[in-house]
């Protein structure tokens, strides 16, 4: 079953925005078996829109449209989709009366634009949306199922799931069964070369490799009818698989690396803390961004400046002197702060620079030492990551994550 | 003139790719006045995008495909277009060479597969990558001017300014001037009303708002053939946008909030420090991600534990066992402890339940206070945010920087 994804907005047209919904919908359908063969972005147009409904429902059983289905004179989505299946917008008065609901709940007023939100397509059916004030919409026509969904991304995830999933899941015969591992410490062409020859005989399985940053994931897919057969040949690539790189998998379930860490020292009762400065709170984020980790994760520091190495971690003012703020020994004394400061099992300091100023000959923009406390000892690692502020921060992030893996 | 983006690739169909070159590709045609009216993404599909190819270069004046220029088999974008020109693929000399060149250098030896990049579409131009092994590709077909580049981006950007924009900025005579205005403090639709008449006389110009979080963003666009004439359209609405909402408005240079604050807080001379419980790092960050915060930004701290909030905020343990941790008098002692433990001039605190859990019928998931700590006062506010997790650190985060900016 084939699906295709219409987004519609001058916004994601003209480059202000970057279209991730279609990579979360195209994501969705493929896991339950829908493969979207094509994706498309048209501006807020009447004309254009209807001329890719066109051509979508012509070759797509499910095509799912986002965006456009505000409250001003330029959210024409619905009134495209309506004109395009020779249907009125009527007055629902049962979401007239959710929109006066939500305003009244917050003290406010209406405004006519908002009532727009109030219509719906002849024959529709309207889909819930919990976090915005535009229900979506759903609508079957020559055999083809319809979906309006609202643009930003809260909204309209939670209604792929709550919604479009379970109307379009009964439709589908073939089964998608896929796979991911996760994998550190090696490249990708590595593990590719590794795989190479069941990356060739892919009769009934793809293989796949993705580069990410300091990571790689290799994507198993089967696609078939018959479920049973379908996770035997997951299993079999699944032995492969760790035969020849499982040193390097920290996680086949769709986990994360701070997923695997959190559980990891969680099951340990462990707990870390954070030591900052050309990071500056990714790490400590990456932890609090996680519900429940407040059973390892408790506090952290950012220390930016020298003074605040001193005041807040009590590395020794000697240290910053003789070796600078970006030395093995500053992280390492930065860690062992941290550590007995806060009465934790592990630590973790990150200083470095970032650029795009501050490098030099000696100490270039990229130069990055990581250290780690544990209850055994402490580990200094010493980086020099290539690209502009955001990327060797990102890398430096991901490094330290990395680094506390290999030890836990 | 308007202009068109195909993107190639399984993985960008499968959803395992964001399509931010779409973004990257329109933002930059966009500035030297050529409009995209559609993207696409197609497969690896000889039949797919020469069907694709066949719409685009009707409507549209320039058209960049992206992907499918690597050396394996299922890259297939060179072979499409040639087909689609009917014109065959020729063994390029230099090409070869370079492709020797690239490999030996590197101590490897080119596999077949490689000298498919070395194959060039009759009549095509071939463009320059110096990131990568894949050449562009730059023919003209029926009066439409198509570029082929390869899809990573790091290899991609550079080509789009080194070489498509230089052949494209000559053959424009339209000039696009634009402007976006970032306002908080007022939601989309009353910033909507306010603007109604000239969302409406939009003849020369366009003024488009978008909503973004805890944002509106209002892009006013002018299009033309005299710079002076839209220039004295742009400040037309310039003052009308500034006398109607001029409160709202923090930027229209294309800075963030937190340029705005950063560039305040320099030019007065004064520093800032941060204390975050759910928010945890989020707003250190985003202060630590900009160059240069460090004349603003030293330091700061996670206390996602009660017991962290005493040890390094000094935070009073009577106020926590009397208040709780989410209270107005925590995030106050939080913002008081910050300040005058590290001497700088404002300090800002966050304590909030993000959820999932956590919540209860007094303090839901979602009440967020935030504390301000400036020179002469301390300030708190309280929230009840909607949405997940993500959602309430996000939006705790955001509206801890407005306030700050409601206090500069």
Same mark, same amino acid.
């Given at each position: 079953?084939?699906?295709?994804?219409?987004?519609?907005?001058?916004?994601?047209?003209?480059?202000?925005?970057?279209?991730?919904?279609?990579?979360?919908?195209?994501?969705?359908?493929?896991?339950?078996?829908?493969?979207?063969? %094509?994706?498309?972005?048209?501006?807020?147009?009447?004309?254009?829109?209807?001329?890719? @409904?066109?051509?979508?429902?012509?070759?797509?059983?499910?095509?799912?449209?986002?965006?456009?289905?505000?409250? #001003?004179?330029?959210?024409?989505?619905?009134?495209?989709?309506?004109?395009?299946?020779?249907?009125?917008?009527?007055?629902?008065?049962?979401?007239?009366?959710?929109?006066?609901?939500?305003?009244?709940?917050?003290?406010?007023?209406? #405004?006519?634009?908002?009532?727009?939100?109030?219509?719906?397509?002849?024959?529709?059916?309207? @889909?819930?949306?919990?976090?915005?004030?535009?229900?979506?919409?759903?609508?079957?026509?020559?055999?083809?199922?319809?979906?309006? @969904?609202?643009?930003?991304?809260?909204?309209?995830?939670?209604?792929?799931?709550?919604?479009?999933?379970?109307?379009?899941?009964?439709?589908?015969?073939?089964?998608?069964?896929?796979?991911?591992?996760?994998?550190?410490?090696?490249?990708?062409?590595?593990?590719?070369?590794?795989?190479?020859?069941?990356?060739?005989?892919?009769?009934?399985?793809?293989?796949?490799?993705?580069?990410?940053?300091?990571?790689?994931?290799?994507?198993?897919?089967?696609?078939?009818?018959?479920?049973?057969?379908?996770?035997?040949?997951?299993?079999?690539?699944?032995?492969?698989?760790?035969?020849? @790189?499982?040193?390097?998998?920290?996680?086949?379930?769709?986990?994360?690396?701070?997923?695997?860490?959190?559980?990891?020292?969680?099951?340990?009762?462990?707990?870390?803390?954070?030591?900052?400065?050309?990071?500056?709170?990714?790490?400590?984020?990456?932890?609090?961004?996680?519900?429940?980790?407040?059973?390892?994760?408790?506090?952290?520091?950012? #220390?930016?400046?020298?003074?605040?190495?001193?005041?807040?971690?009590?590395?020794?003012?000697?240290?910053?002197?003789?070796?600078?703020?970006?030395?093995?020994?500053?992280?390492?004394?930065?860690?062992?702060?941290?550590?007995?400061?806060?009465?934790?099992?592990?630590?973790?300091?990150?200083?470095?620079?970032?650029?795009?100023?501050?490098?030099?000959?000696?100490?270039?923009?990229?130069?990055?030492?990581?250290?780690?406390? #544990?209850?055994?000892?402490?580990?200094?690692?010493?980086?020099? %990551?290539?690209?502009?502020?955001?990327?060797?921060?990102?890398?430096?992030?991901?490094?330290?994550?990395?680094?506390?893996?290999?030890?836990?």
């Amino acid at each position: 079953m084939y699906g295709e994804i219409i987004a519609v907005g001058e916004e994601v047209l003209a480059g202000d925005v970057i279209n991730s919904n279609a990579a979360t919908i195209s994501r969705m359908l493929s896991e339950i078996g829908v493969s979207c063969r %094509f994706h498309s972005v048209v501006g807020d147009s009447i004309e254009d829109i209807t001329n890719q @409904l066109k051509s979508a429902v012509k070759r797509s059983k499910v095509v799912v449209l986002c965006g456009g289905l505000g409250p #001003t004179k330029d959210d024409l989505t619905k009134d495209a989709v309506a004109k395009f299946l020779n249907k009125e917008l009527v007055e629902d008065s049962k979401l007239i009366e959710e929109i006066n609901k939500w305003y009244n709940h917050r003290g406010l007023t209406p #405004t006519p634009n908002n009532y727009r939100q109030g219509m719906m397509i002849e024959g529709g059916i309207s @889909l819930v949306n919990d976090n915005g004030t535009a229900p979506g919409v759903y609508i079957v026509a020559e055999g083809c199922h319809l979906f309006l @969904l609202p643009g930003p991304p809260n909204e309209l995830n939670p209604m792929m799931v709550d919604s479009v999933i379970p109307i379009i899941k009964p439709l589908v015969s073939s089964i998608i069964r896929s796979k991911t591992y996760k994998l550190v410490n090696i490249g990708e062409s590595s593990a590719v070369t590794v795989l190479d020859d069941i990356m060739e005989a892919c009769e009934d399985f793809i293989v796949a490799p993705y580069a990410k940053l300091r990571e790689v994931h290799i994507k198993v897919t089967a696609i078939g009818e018959d479920a049973n057969f379908l996770s035997q040949r997951i299993a079999k690539v699944d032995s492969i698989i760790y035969e020849r @790189l499982g040193e390097y998998v920290y996680s086949d379930n769709g986990d994360e690396l701070i997923d695997v860490i959190i559980s990891k020292l969680a099951a340990d009762k462990m707990t870390v803390c954070t030591a900052e400065s050309c990071t500056g709170g990714l790490i400590a984020s990456s932890f609090v961004e996680k519900s429940g980790a407040s059973s390892v994760y408790n506090e952290g520091f950012i #220390t930016y400046s020298n003074e605040s190495k001193v005041r807040n971690l009590h590395v020794d003012k000697d240290l910053l002197d003789n070796y600078g703020a970006v030395s093995a020994e500053v992280a390492k004394a930065m860690a062992k702060g941290a550590l007995e400061l806060t009465g934790v099992d592990y630590s973790i300091s990150v200083t470095g620079i970032a650029g795009p100023t501050g490098g030099s000959d000696e100490k270039p923009v990229g130069l990055v030492y990581i250290g780690i406390g #544990t209850p055994s000892n402490m580990y200094v690692y010493e980086h020099r %990551f290539l690209g502009n502020r955001d990327k060797v921060r990102d890398q430096a992030a991901k490094h330290a994550l990395i680094h506390l893996w290999d030890l836990l």
